[in-house]
């Protein structure tokens, strides 16, 4: 399939309103390629996520559940986090939030995918991994902001879960839903 074709926009100026670890942003105006103007645009600034969809040697998913404030809820969740200046790479940056959140680690990795959450108005990707093969090494490390419980699921109760809504984060459903449609294909492939 032919890429899209790529018409970025001119900045014509562009300001910070605020710069603060979780709430960057900044106003600009911008020219479209047809030449018309959008005096106000605010770009919300982040740095890249990770998330991780692990399962253990027993084909079971590491989830935890956490209250978020935003909504009011508490959910269950992918372990994630974000890539810290220290961080490597992504996949660093993932085996890292995956062993402090959960004490879980090892095993077998790949990139599954990568999202943004809303590239209208945000500046970061989502690198989504899948670990498989992982194993306890340790207890968990949450941050200081962290609130977690952790859970191990099978395949039909994370699809259950993601059937009854029970995973919001748009972010982590669409890898495990990605994961889980992988998984049919190539169960359903005659050997």
């Known amino acids: 399939m032919k890429k899209a074709e790529h018409r970025p926009w001119r900045v014509v100026s562009s300001e910070y309103l605020a710069r603060r670890p979780w709430f960057t942003v900044r106003h600009e105006c911008v020219e479209l390629p047809d030449g018309s103007r959008v005096p106000d645009y605010y770009v919300f600034e982040y740095p890249d ?10 084909g079971r998913y590491v989830f935890i ?6 909504l009011g809820r508490t959910d269950y969740e992918l372990p994630a986090g974000c890539c810290e200046p220290s961080d490597a790479s992504p996949l660093a940056a993932a085996r890292r939030e995956l062993l402090e959140e959960t004490g879980y680690g090892g095993g077998t990795w790949r990139k599954l995918t990568r999202l943004c959450a809303n590239p209208a108005t945000q ?25 977690l419980r952790i859970h191990l699921f099978t395949k039909d109760e994370v699809r259950e879960l993601l059937r009854n809504g029970a995973v919001v984060q748009a ?9 889980l449609a992988e998984e049919e294909l190539r169960d359903s492939v005659p050997r």
């Open 49 to 58: 996520w990770v998330n991780v969809i692990a399962r253990t040697r027993d």
């Open 65 to 70: 559940d956490q209250y978020r404030h935003g």
């Open 123 to 147: 500046n970061n990707w989502t690198h989504c991994f899948l670990a498989d093969g992982v194993e306890r090494l340790g207890a968990p490390r949450p941050e200081e902001t962290e609130d």
């Open 171 to 179: 972010l982590m459903a669409a890898p495990l839903w990605r994961c």
